[in-house]
């Protein structure tokens, strides 16, 4: 099946720091989805961007499709952004299951 | 607003007991989905279900587990037996918007004692 890794695993940020999260995927996809888990272990959802960028406030995200490659930005980051952040892939047809990834889990400190 | 509500959001089971899971559409919807999250672990597919039947499903749903959507709007998980390794926290997600993108109920956190 399909490898979905992210990096880095960890990574802690003073507030107002800017970052970059990765997520690698070894096969093609129909579908990428970019979410925050929050706390309490609620999935919010960040982007649906199986192709090209967007943005929405501080956040961002770029997926290279043809690279296999997706990318998210925290900019000007702040404490309530301190969570573990899962892409996920839908690899074969529409509607399927998504694949997550590991996970990356941010800390941003005052 | 999440597309899906969950209950209950935290159910404590003794080992071999039966447990049955709930996922409510916020409106109509025909495409539900089952994962789970081992704590400290990555999500993972169980189950999809379109149509009143099951369309995909994971090695991990074996014959212990089951899903229905008994009344046309709750769409329920069972686990039979429940192991200690049931213990994990399962999502409830469904498709909204014009695309395929998946929402996320709150998730219902069991733990097998």
């Known amino acids: 099946g399909i490898q979905v890794e992210q990096s880095p695993p960890d990574l802690i940020l003073q507030e107002g720091a800017n970052s970059t999260l990765r997520c690698n995927f070894s096969?093609?996809?129909?579908?990428l989805q970019w979410f925050h888990q929050n706390p309490w272990g609620q999935l919010i959802n960040l982007f649906y961007?199986?192709?090209g960028t967007k943005q929405n406030g501080r956040l961002s995200a770029t997926t290279v499709a043809t690279e296999r490659y997706s990318l998210l930005y925290i900019s000007s980051s702040q404490t309530t952004d301190s969570g573990v952040y899962f892409c996920?892939?839908?690899?074969?047809?529409?509607?399927?299951?998504?694949?997550f990834g590991t996970g990356t889990r941010l800390q941003v400190t005052l | 607003e999440p597309e899906v509500t969950q209950t209950p959001s935290h159910q404590v089971t003794q080992m071999g007991q039966e447990v049955i899971l709930r996922c409510v559409p916020i409106?109509?919807?025909?495409?539900f989905y089952w994962y789970r999250q081992i704590l400290g672990q990555k999500v993972e597919f169980l189950v999809s279900?379109?149509?009143?039947?099951?369309?995909?499903k994971s090695e991990i749903f074996d014959d212990q587990f089951s899903v229905e959507r008994p009344d046309g709007s709750n769409f329920t998980l069972k686990i039979r037996s429940t192991k200690l390794e049931d213990s994990a926290m399962y999502f409830c997600?469904?498709?909204?918007?014009?695309?395929?993108?998946?929402?996320f109920g709150p998730g219902t956190r069991l733990t097998v004692t």
């Open positions: 996920a892939v839908e690899v074969t047809g529409t509607a399927s299951k998504l694949t």
């Open positions: 096969d093609s996809v129909n579908n």
């Open positions: 961007i199986p192709s």
């Open positions: 409106s109509n919807h025909l495409y």
């Open positions: 279900f379109y149509n009143n039947e099951i369309s995909e």
């Open positions: 997600a469904t498709l909204a918007g014009n695309d395929y993108e998946q929402y």
